[in-house]
């Protein structure tokens, strides 16, 4: 399994543009998870989805991000518009939880996002 | 918000010594996971320790957890240069992993 993809590595775009950063999770497993990390908070998390339904979104920052999972290969994070605040490294993490019970994280190489 | 704090935040040891890292959390907990990350890397998972049970061992690394002090420890014994990296613990609770404020280990050759 080549792991969780993540693209773009890098994203450098002006304020107020539209980003949409896309992860691939490893096949089989049924959560998903989005991760924020920065200097000063440190690793956040965004949202996550169970079996492609979002679960708990509490962490998305504002109403100008949004996150979607239309199968189990394949979800999106997205942010319109674009601030400088939301300059970050942005990770996507898969997981397989076997009878209630987590075996630990994978996580994809993350999308470095500027925001300028 | 943060689960939890570690100490310390930076280490600086010589090659062949022992790391040791030490993470508080805040809430009862399902497991706690301890991650590596290298500079501009992603999160690497090296071994996750259930609540009930007090030590665990995974090649080099040693961890403890005391659920009575909410507080675990990490042991990298013989470190190596490629030891170098920053390192989490994260606390799962039902279905969700929060992770601490991380520790800096560098190994000098």
């Known amino acids: 399994d080549a792991g969780v993809i993540q693209s773009p590595r890098h994203e450098v775009t002006e304020m107020g543009q539209e980003v949409t950063l896309r992860c691939k999770p490893i096949?089989?497993?049924?959560?998903l998870f989005w991760y924020r990390q920065t200097m000063m908070r440190g690793l956040e998390l965004l949202i996550y989805f169970n079996n492609n339904v979002p679960i708990d979104d509490s962490g998305m920052p504002e109403d100008r991000f949004s996150a979607k999972m239309p199968n189990a290969s394949f979800s999106t994070l997205k942010i319109q518009p674009s601030e400088p605040r939301d300059s970050a490294v942005y990770f996507c993490?898969?997981?397989?939880?076997?009878?209630?019970?987590?075996?630990?994280?994978?996580f994809g190489s993350g999308t470095r996002l500027t925001v300028v | 918000s943060q689960q939890g704090e570690e100490d310390p935040q930076a280490l600086s040891i010589q090659e062949g010594e022992n790391a040791t890292m030490n993470c508080s959390y805040k809430?009862?907990?399902?497991?706690l996971q301890w991650y590596r990350q290298n500079s501009g890397r992603g999160l690497v998972h090296l071994i996750l320790?259930?609540?009930?049970?007090r030590e665990k061992h995974s090649g080099r690394l040693r961890v403890t957890l005391d659920t009575s002090k909410k507080s675990s420890s990490l042991l990298i014994t013989a470190s190596r240069a490629a030891d170098t990296a920053s390192y989490f613990c994260a606390s799962f609770v039902f279905e969700k992993l929060t992770f601490g404020t991380g520790t800096r280990l560098t190994i000098i050759p």
């Open positions: 993490a898969s997981s397989f939880v076997g009878q209630g019970v987590n075996y630990g994280y994978t």
């Open positions: 809430t009862s907990i399902n497991n």
């Open positions: 320790i259930r609540s009930n049970e």
């Open positions: 096949s089989g497993h049924d959560y």
